[in-house]
């Protein structure tokens, strides 16, 4: 097999002009005349038993033609576009044969290829932590979040409000006519959830078990069953039951119930650890979403489509998978919400053009940089995913690429190199005391160091505004003073991919 040509045809896009030498073309032949044979009857021949020279004199040579180019395309594609050196994406579907017979074939593809990126000032970006702290009004959100978990719906003598479940009859109908799907007895709808086509739920508010609703709604325009959409629908409601939520007391004899703790005093201490912890983690995302925003800005590209609908793909692919995890159909999912196919994806759009982005970001930084994976680095990540998935090694190794598996760990060196880089901006809402001496930003290393000599220097005062860095800021060890800046130290997060 040999590559031809490889001409750029427009931006982000080849043509490759593939060769096909005659002994693998006849390779293909013989396995694919093997793989038919079964199926043909030729006079005077056991069905299945006919020589390949018989069946194409019969049939005619090309009978087995297009069988063998098939066979043999997926490997002559791949060694041309690794002779081609291109970074392929996908393939534009483009496929024409120039010519075929019994010497080999020629076949011309189109193929779409990552862009030509640039990026540049990925140094020195600029980061505004959070402020971490946790108040008490977090710890009642929190406690009573976990007082919901435990509480439990009753029936209740009252008017249906939102966060209640109605359980009723219904039967919908278009212009009289009872249409399919649209009936239901004792179903138990949790209004206020938007489950339900918009305006429904809304009618049932404020009435009461034994009532009799007619709700009047209308269809979504794009609704995924087109003989509904944009039509005006009634339902008929008959409501069975209210039922509330009755939430348990938070007292001592609660607390040793759910937990390890004796007292509401205690368990609010852990509750306040927890928080503190997260918001701490929260802090550290930030700074790293921070970062990506940015290098997203600095990327400099011309991203083909097929890029971003790839990625598309593998989002909608995640999503199905969340839903399963839940117990739920994504056709369903989308016959609840009014949602269809198209409307899905461009749900995922936004989100998928970031990733594109900050990948291709990174890769390039990994490139300007000569950042490398080593063997053991490879390994290594390898046997983690194998025991996050509980999964032998070697089955996660036929599923994620050697190839993909340097990329990955080569963006997220990329990415702690852009972090520990950046630049804490500091609170300029404050007043630094001495604001001389500390203009400088300094490195991560260094500002340690600094600081301890700025508190011996006045130890009697409050300490001048002393250089921070990314993981103190993460960590709130160190509040930002004013006008002064230093490098970010590494952060212990979870790294971008």
């Keep these: 097999m040999n590559l031809k040509s490889c001409n750029k045809v427009e931006t982000n896009r080849y043509q490759l002009e593939v060769e ?3 002994k693998s073309f ?4 013989n396995r694919t005349y093997h793989k038919e044979i079964k199926k043909i009857s030729l006079p005077g021949f056991r069905k299945g038993k006919a020589p390949r020279s018989f ?3 019969y049939y005619g040579e090309q009978v087995f033609y297009e069988g063998a180019v098939n066979d043999i395309f997926p490997v002559a594609f791949e060694e041309a576009v690794k002779e081609s050196k291109l970074d392929v994406i996908t393939d534009n579907n483009d496929f024409e044969i120039v010519e075929i017979g019994k010497q080999g074939f020629t076949f011309k593809i189109s193929v779409i290829t990552k862009p030509e990126v640039n990026i540049a000032n ?3 970006l600029k980061i505004e932590p959070k402020n971490p702290e946790v108040k008490e009004e977090d710890i009642d959100a929190e406690i009573n979040k976990t007082l919901d978990r435990y509480s439990r719906m009753v029936t209740m003598d009252k008017a249906a409000e939102n966060d209640d479940i109605v359980v009723m009859d219904f039967e919908g109908s278009i212009d009289g006519v009872p249409f399919e799907g649209g009936a239901a007895e004792n179903y138990s709808l949790t209004l206020g959830t938007k489950m339900f ?13 034994g009532d009799e609703v007619d709700v009047n709604v209308s269809f979504p325009e794009d609704y995924h069953a087109t003989e509904l959409a944009g039509k005006p629908a009634l339902f008929k409601v008959k409501i069975h039951e209210i039922k509330g939520k009755e939430t348990p007391a938070f007292d001592d004899e609660f607390v040793k119930d759910i937990s390890e703790f004796d007292t509401v005093a205690e368990y609010r201490e852990d509750v306040r650890k927890k928080l503190d912890a997260k918001a701490h983690a929260d802090v550290a995302a930030d700074i790293d979403n921070q970062l990506m925003e940015q290098l997203n800005d600095l990327l400099e590209a011309e991203i083909p489509n097929a890029m971003i609908e790839l990625q598309i793909d593998e989002e ?4 199905n998978f969340r839903l399963q995890s839940q117990g739920l159909k994504l056709e369903t999912y989308m016959q609840l919400t ?6 899905l994806r461009e749900q995922f759009r936004e989100q998928a053009e970031r990733q594109v982005k900050i990948r291709l970001a990174l890769e390039k930084i990994g490139q300007l940089e000569n950042i490398t994976a080593s063997d053991e680095e490879i390994e290594e990540e390898y046997k983690n995913l194998s025991e996050i998935y509980k999964t032998d090694i070697d089955k996660v190794k036929t599923v994620i690429s050697r190839e993909g598996q340097t990329k990955d760990i080569i963006a997220r060196k990329a990415m702690n190199l852009v972090r520990d880089e950046a630049v804490v901006e500091v609170n300029k809402d404050e007043k630094a005391e001495k604001p001389a001496k500390t203009t400088k930003s300094t490195k991560a290393k260094t500002a340690a160091k600094e600081a301890d000599a700025e508190k011996e220097a006045a130890p009697k005062k409050k300490p001048a505004a002393k250089k921070t860095t990314a993981k103190k ?12 800046t230093t490098r970010a130290k590494k952060t212990e997060t979870k790294d971008a991919e």
């Design 197 to 209: 086509i918009p305006g429904f739920e809304d009618q049932l508010l404020g009435h009461k078990a």
């Design 26 to 29: 006849n390779d293909a032949l």
């Design 338 to 343: 009014g949602a269809n196919p198209k409307s």
């Design 122 to 124: 990925y140094k020195g």
């Design 20 to 22: 096909v030498d005659e």
């Design 55 to 57: 069946v194409e004199k």
């Design 316 to 319: 909608l692919r995640a999503f």
């Design 473 to 484: 800021a993460a960590e709130g060890e160190e509040k930002p003073a004013a006008k002064k």
